[in-house]
């Protein structure tokens, strides 16, 4: 399954199952932090940390096995147009993956990270994101998706994917990213 | 380009003066899926200071180096007036090169002498130590005048000599302005450092001139809408440390937080009402993004507005009986009024396509906000009568401007290359500055209340 990039070498592991009747114990622990967690909308980690520990926390999952007959379509970012929502014609196959993939199997379920470049204000881009991740929503939903498999998080401008004040570091982070 | 604090500054500095504040001390936290950790004073991220505009209309004022009797101080007060004065914009301190002599007192002044280097107004000090305490005496001279406007002695303890030095400048400044000045107030700002999913996002507090800063929160989730509550003991912010955003307070002084909402969805943009005791959001549980009034003693929440575009980064008026909101209804972003009671929006923004996150002036007068005209996003301001809108800033990519408590400056987020950092311009757009930080980006500037 899907491994959250961010989880990385230091990180101390939760676990969690994302799929009902898949459990699984993922990653490493250390002695100072543990974590656990189930749950159908992503997972749970607990960390306490100090300063300067150099502890950070992240999850990973393999869900290998528990699938019936489909795996998470690899391409899981769709990009956008300066100022727009539309989901562009070469980027509806993808989400159809997605679509066929969460409707053969109900108990997934994906949020969708809403990202704009970091032109104008930040709340207002926070909005935008939503706007062009509810974009996706909808199309989701009208492909026969479950309303509840599905949940939007904007990011905004927070999470750029590319750094620099130009036009391809701009096309890179207008996108919508499928977190299984 | 005048380079004022152009070294980096980065030793340890702890303030022990009674109108500080304790910032919050190392409270680990236990959170859900993503680290971060609140910790004490560090100096790590403190902010420079670059003058990029001057301006031409500035007063000329000399600040003589201050008689060190107190022997090897860790601070040149004079050096911090001087600054603290310049930076407002409103005056041009004479370079100490060009001084002909250092009085330290009143007595020992030769008024023409001041006079032949044209400066308006003089300060002469001198620093004795006493029972550890560090007094501070200075006078304010009017030069033309030959008389002395402000004399009087300040004691401070050595590790807070700069805030004795902010002080100054805040008498000097109301003395001749007539303004009560804002250099004894904070910044918050928000950092992140590192690149896509290896950044790490934190939550600083700092004196007014970037100094002595201090880490709130750091996170590997974004932090975001820094916004000081009126007291100034508290801040309200935006954190995705559980992956979803959600609005925290924190009481400096402690550490101490809570979490006000969570809903799903856009929990974001906070802002306190004039009283303390109300905080503006934006939330989208009911599908787009909505302003909602929180009263924080209850949680109860009270939506101001409805409709099918998006609406966010409210403010209060300073009365608090309204509140001013960015919102798309119109096709693009533009800024409306309504009550906070409800009732119809009232469109303030009419010039240009792009107009957003708005603040009003302590005096209700006028709009400050971000523009998108010919020079890219800039700090504008709007006049409420008149409805003319200028730009202020001349900055690449301006974002979230925030108004000193004085109404006389207004700090955002800006960028040099492609690093953010943080600016300022005087309201009447005359003088400008740039506070870079040593490393990384620095960005959602929130300048604090009066906090003495």
């Known amino acids: ?64 096995g528990q699938m019936s007959d489909a795996r998470i379509p690899e391409v899981r970012t769709i990009y956008f147009n300066y100022d727009s929502d539309a989901i562009r014609p070469e980027f509806e196959s993808v989400v159809n993956a997605h679509a066929q993939y969460l409707s053969r199997n109900p108990n997934a379920s994906v949020v ?56 391809d570091a701009f096309a890179q982070n207008r996108r919508v990213v499928f977190a299984y | 380009m005048r380079a004022l604090n152009a070294s980096w500054w ?46 031409e209309r500035a007063t000329p004022i000399a600040v003589v180096p201050f008689a060190d009797q107190a022997g090897g101080l860790p601070e040149d007060i004079a050096q911090v007036v001087s600054d603290d004065l310049e930076r407002s914009g409103y005056f041009e301190p004479l370079p100490r090169s060009a001084m002909f002599n250092q009085p330290s007192s009143s007595d020992d002044v030769t008024y023409g002498d001041w006079r032949s280097l044209d400066s308006r107004y003089l300060v002469v000090g001198s620093t004795s130590q006493e029972g550890g305490q560090v007094k501070v005496r200075y006078e304010l001279l009017d030069v033309s005048g030959e008389s002395r406007l402000l004399g009087e002695t300040v004691t401070a303890s050595s590790s807070d000599l700069r805030g004795a ?38 939550l600083y507090v700092a004196d007014a001139d970037g100094r002595n800063s201090q880490q709130v929160l750091t ?17 309200a912010y935006v954190s995705f440390e559980t992956e979803r955003p959600a609005i925290y307070v924190q009481n400096l002084a402690t550490g101490q937080r809570a979490k006000l909402t969570d809903f799903e969805g856009l929990n974001s943009a906070p802002s306190w009402s004039p009283d303390g005791r109300r905080l503006a959001m934006a939330l989208s549980r009911d599908g787009q993004p909505e302003i909602y009034v929180m009263d924080i003693g209850s949680r109860n ?73 010919n020079n890219g996003y800039q700090v504008a301001k709007q006049d409420l009568d008149s409805g003319r ?23 955002f987020a800006t960028q040099q290359g492609s690093t953010g950092v943080l600016g300022a311009v005087t309201a009447d757009g005359r003088a400008q500055f740039r506070l870079p930080a040593a490393q990384g980006d620095v960005r959602e500037p929130s300048w604090s209340p009066f906090l003495n």
Not at chain 1, 126 to 151: D, F, I, M, T
Not at chain 2, 166 to 176: A, L, N, P, R, T
Not at chain 2, 392 to 398: G, L, T
Request: charged share 20%; with cysteine; proline share 4%.
């Open chain 2, 219 to 235: 996170s590997d989730e974004p932090i975001m809408s820094p916004a000081w509550s009126p007291d100034g003991g508290k801040l």
């Open chain 2, 165 to 202: 030095a902010h002080y100054i400048s805040d008498q000097i400044f109301e003395e001749i302005t007539g303004i009560r000045g804002a250099f004894s107030t904070r910044i918050a700002y928000v950092t992140s450092q590192g690149v896509g999913d290896n950044t790490q996002y934190g």
């Open chain 2, 389 to 411: 809108l200028v730009e202020i800033s001349d900055a690449q990519q301006a974002e979230s401007p925030s108004i000193a408590p004085n109404g006389t400056m207004v700090i």
């Open chain 2, 301 to 373: 929440l009270q939506r101001v507005t409805n409709s099918s575009s998006i609406e966010t980064e409210p403010a209060w008026s300073p009365d608090g009986s309204s509140l001013i909101f960015t919102s798309d209804r119109s096709g693009g972003p533009q800024i409306y009024r309504q009550s906070v009671n409800g009732g119809n929006a009232e469109r303030l923004t009419y010039t240009g396509s792009y107009n957003a996150r708005g603040r009003l002036s302590p005096d209700g007068k006028t709009l400050f906000l971000i523009h998108r005209g």
């Open chain 1, 1 to 64: 399954m899907f491994l959250k990039p961010y989880a990385r070498s230091l990180a101390i592991a939760a676990s969690l199952a994302v799929l009902a009747g898949c459990s699984s114990t993922g990653g490493t622990q250390d002695g100072s932090a543990a974590g656990s967690g189930s749950g159908t909308m992503g997972g749970s980690g607990v960390g306490t940390g100090t300063a300067g520990s150099g502890q950070v926390s992240g999850y990973g999952t393999d869900g290998s």
């Open chain 1, 112 to 167: 969708l990270q809403g990202h704009t470049d970091e032109r104008g204000t930040r709340e207002y881009n926070l909005a935008l994101g939503e706007r062009r991740a509810g974009s996706v929503e909808r199309y989701l939903r009208l492909q026969g998706v479950n309303p509840s498999q599905v949940e939007v998080v904007s990011y905004g401008e927070e999470r750029p994917a590319a750094r620099g004040s130009n036009e």
């Open chain 2, 10 to 55: 980065a030793g340890t500095e702890r303030r022990s003066g009674g109108h500080r504040r304790a910032l919050c001390k190392g409270l680990a936290s236990v959170v859900t899926g993503a680290m971060l950790w609140l910790v004490g004073p560090v100096a790590s991220a403190d902010l420079t200071i670059d003058i990029t505009r001057g301006n």
